[in-house]
Every structure is written in C-alpha cells, then in structure tokens.
C-alpha cells in the first residue's frame, strides 16, 4: 500500500483535522519536529486544539506559530521555557497547561499506544504532579498512578520513511516521535527522504509503517533552538 502523500495539507484533511482535536507531536526543543504539518495546521486554521509535546517549541517557530494564532487551547508538555508567548497566555489564563515529568510523558504515551490504560511510577510522588492522583505502595517505595495518553492525529519527522511508511529516525531526532507515532489514531509522517519498499534494512527501522497511514516527503529548515558553541 503506497502511504505516500504530496503535501503537508492533505495529510491532515486525510486525518481529518478539526477543531477540538487532541493532536501528539513529536520533537525535543526544535529537533526532530514536523515543521512542515506543524504550519499546515497555522495555514488550515483548525482551533481549540490539545497538543501533546515535550515543549512548546519557541515564539515564531514549532508550537509557538500555533500559540501566535491562539489555536491551541492546552498544552500537555514536560517543559515549556523557551516561549514567551507561551508564558504570557499561561500567566493571562488563556491556555490550559499541564506539566508532566519528561519520562512520565514519553511513559503515557508508550502506554497509551501498547493499549495500556495506566501505569504505577515513582516520579511525582511527594509533590504537586501527584496531587488528585491515586497513590500505592510497592516493596516499600511508592507510586502514583498515571493515565496514559493517546491522540486523535499524532505527526512525527523521521530521516527516511518508505512508501508503506516504514520509518528511521536520525540519533537525537529520534526522541518522542516513536511514542507519539503509535499512540496517535491517524499517524501523518514527514520524512526527509521517501524511498522505496525494500531499501530499509528491517533491523534499523524504528517505527514499523502499521502505525503510519500518511508519509510525506518535505525539505525543513531544521533550525538551532540554543546555540551553545561559537560558529
């Protein structure tokens, strides 16, 4: 089945993108985000929106052009500082935000796409994240119980993908793009390279192409959040 598609906007009307949706995005800071779904979603004008991601990318680029557009109504994120526009929403009591250990939310969604309803971790116990949530005790130490997360659409950028939408990450690029790919109902892809069935080694794929409906091959700028070393 070829998944391929031919560009960024018809991959999410092929999802069925609307308002009120849950949507999981892939990406650590600005590396390894499908940026190119990420301005289809600005350009389709889609509101109300959950966005399940580890940040909330930075003012003019990432989540930050859909938080310009006051398209997203919460955020479920691990870390949020590098986004001004982000703050000031949070500090007006325009956007919902729920805070979520780095691990903890990389856990949800691993869980939410294996079918697993909920899980026992030690993080958070003790502290505000563990408050309204049942607790147990288990040799000793204790637990707080989380629910996992799964999303309407979940977009994710790999390195190459094949056209039955086998995909392979590249290094650090990889973080939360194979969780969000399997807990998402539609999985849309955007990939450097589009090659064909057969050309990726089975022992280096990362995420088998039964959890991606849609691949879409896309240039990206692929910008630097932070630089920390002298050009």
């Given at each position: 089945?070829?998944?391929?598609?031919?560009?960024?906007?018809?991959?999410?009307?092929?999802?069925?993108?609307?308002?009120?949706?849950?949507?999981?995005?892939?990406?650590?800071?600005?590396?390894?985000?499908p940026e190119n779904l990420i301005f289809a979603i600005r350009e389709h004008g889609a509101k109300d929106l959950t966005m399940i991601s580890n940040n909330a990318g930075v003012d003019n680029f990432g989540i930050g052009i859909l938080l310009q557009t006051r398209q997203v109504k919460?955020?479920?994120?691990?870390?949020?500082?590098?986004?001004?526009?982000?703050?000031?929403?949070?500090?007006?009591?325009?956007?919902?935000?729920?805070?979520?250990?780095?691990?903890?939310?990389?856990?949800?969604?691993?869980?939410?796409?294996?079918?697993?309803?909920?899980?026992?971790?030690?993080?958070?116990?003790?502290?505000?994240?563990?408050?309204?949530?049942?607790?147990?005790?288990?040799?000793?130490?204790?637990?707080?119980?989380?629910?996992?997360?799964?999303?309407?659409?979940?977009?994710?950028?790999?390195?190459?993908?094949?056209?039955?939408?086998?995909?392979?990450?590249?290094?650090?690029?990889?973080?939360?793009?194979?969780?969000?790919?399997?807990?998402?109902?539609?999985?849309?892809?955007?990939?450097?390279?589009?090659?064909?069935?057969?050309?990726?080694?089975?022992?280096?794929?990362?995420?088998?192409?039964?959890?991606?409906?849609?691949?879409?091959?896309?240039?990206?700028?692929?910008?630097?959040?932070?630089?920390?070393?002298?050009?």
């Amino acid at each position: 089945m070829n998944k391929r598609i031919q560009s960024a906007a018809e991959g999410l009307e092929k999802a069925g993108l609307k308002d009120g949706m849950t949507i999981a995005l892939g990406g650590f800071g600005l590396c390894g985000i499908p940026e190119n779904l990420i301005f289809a979603i600005r350009e389709h004008g889609a509101k109300d929106l959950t966005m399940i991601s580890n940040n909330a990318g930075v003012d003019n680029f990432g989540i930050g052009i859909l938080l310009q557009t006051r398209q997203v109504k919460k955020m479920i994120s691990s870390y949020v500082g590098e986004n001004a526009t982000f703050e000031r929403q949070f500090l007006d009591g325009e956007l919902e935000v729920e805070l979520t250990p780095q691990g903890t939310l990389a856990e949800k969604l691993r869980a939410g796409g294996a079918g697993i309803p909920a899980f026992y971790t030690p993080t958070g116990y003790g502290t505000a994240v563990a408050e309204g949530k049942e607790t147990r005790e288990y040799n000793g130490k204790m637990y707080v119980l989380e629910e996992s997360l799964t999303a309407d659409i979940a977009l994710v950028k790999a390195f190459k993908g094949d056209l039955h939408g086998n995909l392979i990450y590249n290094k650090t690029a990889r973080n939360f793009n194979p969780e969000c790919a399997t807990a998402g109902k539609i999985t849309v892809a955007e990939v450097d390279e589009v090659v064909n069935v057969g050309s990726l080694d089975p022992n280096f794929i990362h995420t088998p192409g039964i959890f991606v409906n849609y691949i879409l091959e896309a240039a990206c700028e692929k910008r630097i959040e932070q630089r920390t070393v002298k050009g």
